[in-house]
DNA sequence: ATCCTAGCTTGGACATTGTCCAAGTCAAGA
DNA sequence: TCTTGACTTGGACAATGTCCAAGCTAGGAT
């Protein structure tokens, strides 16, 4: 991840030490965690860092692309740090676990000119759903 | 609409005036309202209804499989009328209008064995994201 | 090394969306 | 027509996110 700071500070943003914490929670765990779970970790190794801040970073990082948004459900949106690989996620219907997969192909191919009503069509998120092997074997 | 309140009663759902309207805001355009908008509609034909009545009957027909809950972003929940024809979204990025699209071919067969991680998987949710007509061309 | 200042952080108020509950109301079967 | 359990209501509450004025600080300028 200071490979994540390095890129960021080319690219004038200040480094501080919140940023740095948030930055670290991010890379730390390659899960997919709220922002206020994120919160919560920053606060371990930054007592007082305000979650305005985090809110405010985690903005900065969407906005920049080195940070996906992802809102399977309609509570809080997930932070997925991994945003330089292509995938898709795989949500368990029971205990609402994400998993990182990797579909074969390239989903727009699926969508013919016809069904593109004039958009210009930039991507697409496939969210699968099921159960994951604890759930299912209840 | 009155195919699918029949539907219903046979289920044994009690058939209030509150309900009916409900299902009627929802066959009425075919549009992926919130929950507010559902009510805003639904208090110009029956202005005592509530808010909580609301989100009950969506959550009952969603419940019911007679709606889809739309989560294209992580504000309000979209409520879908259109949950009997197997179908995806396209969302535009600019002013958040939603399309119905109808991909080609099975998303879950893009899915090799070796990316399910043991899951039971159920379904697949595809979000195409892109600029609508209207926005691509400002 | 020190200073300056634009940009960052903070805490708290506020907004939006959704859930819950006790009390009152009503659809539909008897 | 009566009865009753299911439904509805309004308001309190919860979860998540946004905004703002005041103070702080990273990092370039001196």
New binding site residues.
Partial sequence: MSDLLERL?TRG???????RVVAEVLDGEHVHL???EVHARAVER?P??????V???L?ELVGLGEVLEVATD????RYDPNAHHAHQHLVCSGCGAIRDVHPQGDPLDALPAGERFGFVISGAEITYRGLCPDCAGR
Same sequence: chains 1, 2.
């Avoid at 943003?13 to 940023?19: N, V």
């Avoid at 007082?48 to 801040?53: K, L």
């Avoid at 309609?74 to 949106?77: F, L, T």
């Fill in positions: 500070r943003w200040r480094l501080t030490s919140q940023r709220t922002a206020d930054l007082e860092i305000s979650r305005a801040t809110y405010n970073t903005g309609g509570r809080a949106k």
